[in-house]
């Protein structure tokens, strides 16, 4: 059965940090793409950053995050973070861990697992 733990959300100020983590089980890693979709309120789900499972290590980030975000993986732990830096209101959104299996689009509707979700909350 496959398993994903967020943990990371929370609220800060603009230009701050946060950093969320997707602890993922039940399916092997390395055979897969795992990140984040964001959604805010009213809007409509948005691919946000993914990683290549195992030792390819590749990243996709949506425009808006580049230079800000950075995504990570622990193989090892089966785990993928994502760290948020100089958070803007505008990032304000529930986070999704997915995952999809190699080789894939990061689209809403090519995933084949998905997280919960973690609130995210960056006040003016």
């Known amino acids: 059965e496959v398993h994903f733990v967020e943990s990371g959300g929370g609220l800060v100020q603009a230009g701050g940090s946060l950093r969320l983590s997707c602890a993922t089980s039940?399916?092997?890693?390395?055979?897969?793409?795992i990140g984040w979709f964001r959604q805010a309120p009213g809007k409509e789900r948005e691919g946000v950053s993914c990683i290549s499972g195992g030792s390819d290590g590749s990243t996709y980030y949506v425009d808006s995050v580049k230079g800000r975000f950075t995504i990570s993986s622990d193989n090892a732990k089966n785990t993928v973070y994502l760290q948020m830096n100089s958070l803007k209101p505008e990032d304000t959104a529930v986070y999704y861990c997915?995952?999809?299996?190699?080789?894939?689009?990061?689209?809403?509707?090519?995933?084949?697992?998905w997280g919960k979700g973690t609130l995210v909350t960056v006040s003016s």
């Open positions: 039940g399916f092997t890693f390395s055979n897969y793409v």
């Open positions: 997915a995952a999809a299996l190699k080789p894939a689009l990061w689209r809403v509707h090519g995933m084949d697992y």
